[in-house]
DNA sequence: TACGTGCTATATGTATACAAAATACATGGA
DNA sequence: TCCATGTATTTTGTATACATATAGCACGTA
């Protein structure tokens, strides 16, 4: 189910938003840049409908800013922004962890745990691309086990803001070494079921995170 | 400062985009009816593409959903919409309270309390309406107190998908009496700077928004 | 040379026109 | 009568055209 034969339900402007969103994740279009209309239409091949669509939509959450009359940039975090985000982040992640203990099946429990397995043999390996993606899904899946959509909305939309930022967070050895040791202890405390331990553990890893990255702002 | 000689700013899109959203949150706009795009561009006096550019900014917070070749309609909330917005904004609200007890200056603090001082004149002559204003204009500054604008916005986000629900909650005197009660309670410990105490404070309140509004979902 | 002024080019904002899809309706057959 | 099919009408989606605002540049003046 799920795909099977539809086509291509999807609105021109979506998929743009979609195209475009990538484009800024991935650094393509660099933070603080200005949007190239004339240019990037060309390059997607549609019109401008559909395209300044979807950059109302990416604005509205955060990753692109609108000036009125002077076209539009690429938002560039502040290391106050960032601050602020992973705060947040930390406390929403934390909420995760509690609900999760909670509300969880054991079979997603365990299919968790299992892409922890894959994250550090990633780790073992040194293959920081897969670990990378991983991660952002570790945390997703997290969110989701809470069975709060609000909450697994809002850990999306930051989560897609710092994205940039945490590639850059584990550059250095002893950094990504300390970000593996937190998850070994989130995944110990979900195995017991710990909710307030796990909610700690989020918590405390997204603080550290922080540090981790702070110095590359 | 502030407005100072500044003509018009702001784009059609924006204005449509809060238009439409003070309908919506007003209920002139029913949710989950269908949105008559000629009819309110017609009322609005502008033409169907800031229309739709502001409803893709309206879909992206939450107010709106878009079905593709199907028209718009206003986002109608589950009761498990509710409860998961009201447990996320709990928590959220519960780490505003713990960081402006840390970062607001005392006269933001004693402004705050003013206002909580007219709400309570309010609450004495039983003037819902100015009380309820006053009620959402109290959430938002203790967000703004936290110093942490990402806080702020997500604070903002959820309690403008929530204000038509919440509007209906205080019906019940008791009800009324008992969020009164709850505010006092905050207040105190905002006056003592007590960050912890609030935090609870505000999470406390929450839940029991969720049992004062539950029933009428 | 430095600054201000007005013009031109370009980019942005909005309206309209055209295309495609969905819905409503009517007609015919079982 | 009920359902199916085809057609008309309405609504939605996208492209283009037009209007307006901004920014860059050349020129003139102090």
Known sequence: MGSSLAITNRSLHDQVASRVRDLIIEGTLE?????????????????RTPFREALRTLAAEGLVIVRPSKG???RKLTPEDVFS???????????????????????????????????????????????YKMNQEF????AELSKNETLREMQANIQARLKRIRYIG???????AGAVADHEDMVRALKDRDGPLLGEAMASHLKK????VK???
Chains 1, 2 share one sequence.
């Open 209 to 212: 995170t922080w540090e981790r």
């Open 215 to 217: 110095d590359s702002l």
């Open 85 to 131: 985000m992973l705060e947040v982040l930390g406390h929403l992640e934390r909420l995760a962890g509690e609900l999760a203990c909670e509300r969880a099946t054991d079979a997603e429990v365990a299919d968790l745990i299992a892409l922890h397995e894959r994250m550090m043999a990633c780790y073992r390996t040194r293959e920081r691309m897969p670990y």
């Open 72 to 74: 539009s940039i690429v």
């Open 139 to 142: 945390h997703a899946r997290l």
């Open 31 to 47: 933070p603080g840049s200005r949007i190239d209309e004339a240019h990037l239409i060309e390059e997607l091949g549609v019109s």
């Open 170 to 176: 584990n550059q250095k050895p002893d950094s990504w």
